[in-house]
Every structure is written in structure tokens, then in C-alpha cells.
């Protein structure tokens, strides 16, 4: 089986838990409230690189996931996600 390693944003948001639905998420992004490595998201139908580590800011939740292989799952654990404080 072959995995992609691109995610689009939506998705990622949704299954990091950084928002709570994937309806969020499009708002979220299309509000400009969303940031990967530190660049602004603004296109609900933006595509992530999973291939290296990013880090994702949204509103004022933080995230650092780490790269996909070819053969993982989405890596990511509670601990890798934060709030401001």
C-alpha cells in the first residue's frame, strides 16, 4: 500500500485535535487563524507536506508534529500539543 504524504489542512486540524470539528477548521483557516511553520493559511483546500516536521499554530493552539514514513499512521501524541497561556 502506498501513503501519500501530504495532508490537506482541514484534516490535519481535525485529527490533531487542535479544533474540534472539521467545520471548525474551514473556518478557522478562511478567519486566517491557522499558521504552518509560521506562514499564514488562508485556502481551506491548502496541502500540507508530511514528508518533514511541521509546526502548526491554530488560534492559540500549538502543535508540533513530526514527519509521516511511508508506513505511519498520523504521528502525533497529547503531549505534542499546547495552549498559550
Known sequence: ???T?????????AE??????????????ALGGVSV??????EVDHVVD???SVEVVAG?????????CATDALAF????VYSAS
Open 37 to 42: 511553520d509560521g506562514a499564514r493559511i488562508s
Open 5 to 13: 504524504l501530504t495532508q490537506d489542512i482541514v484534516t490535519m486540524l
Open 77 to 80: 501524541t497529547e503531549s505534542s
Open 1 to 3: 500500500m502506498t501513503r
Open 60 to 68: 492559540r493552539r500549538t502543535a508540533r508534529l513530526t514527519a509521516l
Open 50 to 52: 508530511r514528508s518533514r
Open 16 to 29: 490533531t485535535d487542535l479544533v474540534r470539528s472539521r467545520s471548525a477548521a474551514r473556518r478557522l483557516v
